[in-house]
C-alpha cells in the first residue's frame, strides 16, 4: 500500500491575508489536519470554507496519539500538521511527530514523505526588519523556565551573532532582566510584538532603556527577542 504524505504548512502570524495560495489547496486536499490547538486551527479552516476532521497534537499529547497519526499515514491518508501560528516544527509539538515519523519509516524501510508549505514565520520577519542581523544568527526559542535558565543565558551570551528568543508576555520582564545580568550594559535589544496584527509594535535601545520603557508598551502577545551584544557581562552568576 502506498504511504500517505505528512505536509508541514505555514499559517498566519496574525494577518489571515498572508495565508498562502498552496497552503489552502494542500489544507483542502488533505484526509485531515493535525495541529497544537483545534480551536485556533479550526477558526482559521472555517476563515477558509474548509471542513476537516481535526486531530490535537500538544507538548503533552501521548506517545499512542502520536503513533495513530503516523499509522493513519502509513496506511495511505495525507495529513497536514499546522502549529498555532507560524511555520511549524520550530518550537512546537510538530517536530516531535516528524521525528518519530522518519524513526518510523526508517524501521520498516517504506519512507513517509514530509513535506514543507512554506510562508509566515515570526522569526524570519522579526529578523528581516530588525536592523541587527547581517549574515547570521542564533535562535534560541524559548529560553527553559527554570533549571537550566542561567546556564543556558551564559552560553548564549558567549556567542559572536546575534542571538533571537521567543518569549511570552508573562515572563518577557523577567527575561530583559535576565539579560541585561548576562550581556555587556551597552547590549543592544529590538522587540518585535503581535506581528501582522492590528496593534503590532518593533522598538529598539540599550537593554536598560528597553527594560525602563517597557510600562510604556502593551505586554500583550508573544515577543521575538533580537540580542545584538554577545559580551558576557559576569562570569560570576551561579546556576540554582
Given at each position: 500500500m502506498k504511504q500517505g504524505i505528512l505536509y508541514i504548512?505555514?499559517?498566519?502570524?496574525?494577518?489571515?491575508?498572508?495565508?498562502?495560495?498552496?497552503?489552502?489547496?494542500?489544507?483542502?486536499?488533505?484526509?485531515?489536519?493535525?495541529c497544537e490547538d483545534t480551536r485556533v486551527a479550526g477558526g482559521l479552516l472555517h476563515h477558509m470554507g474548509i471542513k476537516k476532521e481535526l486531530i490535537s497534537l500538544h507538548r503533552h499529547s501521548s506517545e499512542e496519539k502520536i503513533e495513530m497519526v503516523i499509522r493513519r499515514i502509513s496506511d495511505g491518508e495525507n495529513a497536514a500538521y499546522v502549529s498555532d501560528n507560524g511555520t511549524p516544527g520550530i518550537s512546537d509539538p510538530g517536530q516531535k511527530l516528524i521525528q518519530k515519523s522518519k524513526i518510523k519509516s526508517?524501521?520498516?524501510?517504506?519512507?513517509?514523505?514530509?513535506?514543507?508549505?512554506?510562508?509566515?514565520?515570526?522569526?524570519?520577519?522579526?529578523?528581516?526588519?530588525?536592523?541587527?542581523?547581517?549574515?547570521e544568527f542564533y535562535f534560541a526559542g524559548f529560553l527553559p523556565k527554570k533549571k537550566g535558565?542561567?546556564?543556558?543565558l551564559k552560553e548564549l551570551s558567549a556567542l559572536k551573532c546575534p542571538v533571537v528568543i521567543y518569549e511570552s508576555a508573562q515572563r518577557i520582564e523577567?527575561?530583559?532582566?535576565d539579560i541585561s545580568v548576562f550581556f555587556a550594559a551597552d547590549t543592544e535589544i529590538f522587540i518585535a510584538r503581535e506581528m501582522t496584527k492590528k496593534f503590532?509594535?518593533?522598538w529598539s535601545g540599550k537593554i536598560a532603556d528597553i527594560i525602563s520603557g517597557l510600562k510604556n508598551h502593551k505586554i500583550k502577545g508573544e515577543f521575538v527577542v533580537i540580542i545584538k551584544n554577545s559580551k558576557l557581562r559576569s562570569q560570576n552568576v551561579i546556576e540554582n
Open positions: 504548512v505555514a499559517t498566519p502570524i496574525g494577518n489571515l491575508g498572508d495565508i498562502t495560495k498552496r497552503a489552502i489547496e494542500i489544507l483542502s486536499a488533505v484526509d485531515f489536519v493535525v526508517q524501521n520498516d524501510g517504506n519512507e513517509i514523505q514530509i513535506i514543507p508549505i512554506p510562508g509566515p514565520s515570526a522569526l524570519t520577519a522579526a529578523v528581516s526588519v530588525s536592523g541587527i542581523v547581517d549574515k535558565r542561567q546556564t543556558k523577567r527575561t530583559l532582566k503590532e509594535e518593533y
